[in-house]
């Protein structure tokens, strides 16, 4: 079977099965009522790493991925048939990348690790959800949510501990089935090898390392020439690397100029290849002239060189003894843990690990560096700043000296979200740049909450992510009123389940007052300050403050209305934004400091960042 390591593949989760409508109607029992049940959930797609495949050869023949959908509810309450995952087995070293947006989705490091690249879609709610006071036999029903779909690019980077670089023709793949029971292609001409070639070196009968034959590199890799990318790659993932040097090059090019060129190839496309450990090696040691070679590059180079012959044995045991003392100065490959999806315990110190999560809205980038306090991570400062991506870096570099208990080792893990697609993707396009690590929570089935309303993919993320952080606050069977106050505002509301059920939006303060600025010529450029408004105003400013206080008020004292028919309690008031203590400062103004009707307020400025966390921390658990 051939060998293949790169495949472009469609992937789409389950549709979610519709609801029934449906009514009792059973002897002896009148009015028996709506009794149709939810639809079934989609099925998800799922790619998972294997140690029983070493390709991607068993996939590479099937382009379109579906999973199965949810099934339709029934009658007598009977929920939908829940859609089967799919599950795509693919080699460890996987990595999985998202065509059309190009940034990488998940890196699959281990066997065993696994993530939903398409979630199936939730089956639609039965007549038997619309049951209400004022409706007491509803005919409606909703239909399934669509499944996610998307194309990817699987690529596989071959997991090795030692890797074999030099030029074609160098000895590799021989010096491989000399040490291993590995059979690689061997023939006296260049490019023999045009795949990776894995084999176990036994050590003493007990220990072992994976050794790998890698394809050939000529000047211009870093560029693609000869297999170029399709080399280099390869090499990434090998933690020793063992340079094969020709003492007698056939086109009677210089040994050592040859062994640099290598070397440069590797640096230019990426430095940390070239600073990886390297063990040099003049081959077929045999041939007349090999000695002085390897005594001329050791006296060159001013570091060890060893000669060796795959054909005769000489110096193949002293090979093996410098990689394993390279191997043991150098960590394995552990797979760091990865956030958005991963189902394995990565460890109690790094699972759910995220460094810095971020807000992206229509105007600015809200940021905050996180720390772990008590054990649990938290948001230790917000800082809200004008959308700039030409000085994100210096940000960043000013955070990490402002906060010292922020300790941070090599790449970060960043958690973002936002009501703004365009700029959202600039800034996740920038983290991946910098190498960190990404999830993006940009739907609302990545989320670790429950949303009641129809549509919920029209619902803003930021909205869900206040009532996730929300959600965490709450006791159980208190509901809670949801206020964000920004250049719109927002008041949503959470039952007594903690389930989301919307509310209301309508614009804020700065909105309306940008508005009056941009269309009416005599009003100057008015910044609203801290103080409290008289309440109501006579002129405009204020009245545009009084008028959205009022607005907010109408919202709250109608969701706390509703709530009084099903919940016992007072519900729970949770306010963010930017003008969050602009509100609560016009509620002391008004001598209303109990209001609304009594109900405890809670003002939160980094609640939406807090649900960020809390949102990429349950998808990697």
């Known amino acids: ?55 991607l050869a068993d996939i590479v023949n099937r382009k379109h991925w579906r999973a199965e959908n949810g099934g339709r509810g029934g009658p007598d309450k009977c929920h939908g048939k829940r859609g089967a995952e799919l599950i795509i087995l693919v080699p460890p070293g996987t990595l999985i990348l998202d065509r059309d947006r190009k940034n990488v989705l998940r890196d699959l490091k281990a066997p065993g690790q696994e993530v939903v690249i398409a979630r199936g879609g939730r089956g639609g709610r039965g007549n038997l959800a619309f049951v209400s006071s004022t409706n007491r036999a509803p005919r409606a029903i909703q239909p399934g949510t669509p499944g996610e779909e998307r194309w990817i690019v699987l690529e596989l980077k071959v997991i090795a501990d030692a890797g074999l670089i030099g030029l074609p ?62 080399f280099l790659r390869h090499v990434e993932r090998t933690r020793v690397l063992v340079h094969l040097v020709e003492p007698l090059p056939p086109d009677g090019s210089d040994p050592l100029q040859n062994y640099q060129t290598i070397r440069r190839e590797l640096e230019l496309y990426r430095p940390e290849l070239a600073a990886k450990p390297e063990v040099i090696a003049v081959s077929k040691a045999e041939l007349i002239g090999a000695a002085a070679v390897r005594e001329r590059m050791e006296r060159e180079l001013d570091r060890e060189v060893l000669a060796i012959s795959a054909v005769t044995g000489e110096g193949l045991s002293q090979l093996v003894q410098a990689v394993v003392q390279r191997l043991a100065e150098v960590p394995p490959l552990i797979p760091a843990p990865l956030l958005g999806g991963e189902k394995e315990d990565s460890g109690a110190d790094d699972a759910g690990r995220v460094d810095v999560v971020a807000d992206v809205g229509n105007s600015r980038v809200k940021w905050g560096p996180c720390i772990r306090v008590g054990g649990e991570p938290a948001v230790v400062r917000l800082a809200s700043l004008e959308y700039n991506p030409d000085d994100w870096e210096g940000q960043l570099t000013r955070w990490k000296k402002d906060f010292a208990d922020w300790k941070t080792h090599g790449s970060l893990a960043w958690a973002v979200a936002g009501v703004h697609p365009e700029r959202r993707d600039q800034l996740c396009a920038w983290i991946l740049a910098r190498g960190d690590r990404l999830v993006l929570l940009d739907h609302y089935s990545r989320l670790p909450l429950q949303v009641g309303v129809d549509e919920p993919e029209r619902v803003g993320v930021d909205r869900l992510l206040n009532a996730v952080a929300a959600t965490a606050k709450l006791p159980p069977h208190q509901p809670a009123i949801l206020v964000d106050a920004g250049s719109a505002v927002t008041v949503d509301w959470l039952d007594e389940e903690h389930v989301f059920r919307g509310g209301s939006i309508f614009p804020g303060v700065r909105l309306m007052t940008r508005a009056l600025h941009d269309y009416t010529a005599q009003l100057p450029d008015v910044q609203i300050g801290p103080p409290a408004p008289a309440l109501p105003g006579r002129s405009t400013i204020p009245a545009i403050q009084a008028g959205v206080f009022w607005a907010v008020v109408g919202g709250v004292e109608k969701i706390i209305d509703r709530l009084r028919r099903s919940a016992p309690g007072m519900p729970h008031v949770f306010l963010t934004g930017g003008d969050a203590e602009w509100i609560v400062g016009a509620l002391d103004a008004a001598d209303a400091a109990d209001w609304p009707l009594g109900c405890p307020r809670t003002v939160w400025p980094e609640q939406t960042l807090h649900g960020v966390l809390l949102s990429a921390a349950a998808l990697s658990s």
């Open 1 to 55: 079977m051939a060998f293949v390591d790169r495949v472009t593949l469609f992937v789409k989760g389950g549709d979610g099965g519709p609801g029934c409508c449906s009514f009792r109607r059973e002897k002896y029992i009148p009015k028996g009522g709506p009794d149709g049940g939810d639809g079934g959930d989609g099925g998800d797609v799922i790619v998972r790493a294997t140690p029983d495949a070493d390709s």
């Open 169 to 230: 023709n160098a000895g590799k793949s021989t010096l491989l089935s000399r040490l291993s029971h590995a059979q690689p292609e061997i023939a006296d001409y260049p490019f023999t090898t045009k795949r990776p070639n894995l084999g176990l070196v036994t050590i003493g009968g007990e220990r072992a390392f994976v050794l790998a034959d890698l394809p050939g590199l000529i000047e211009g890799a870093h560029h693609g020439v000869g297999l170029g990318h399709e």
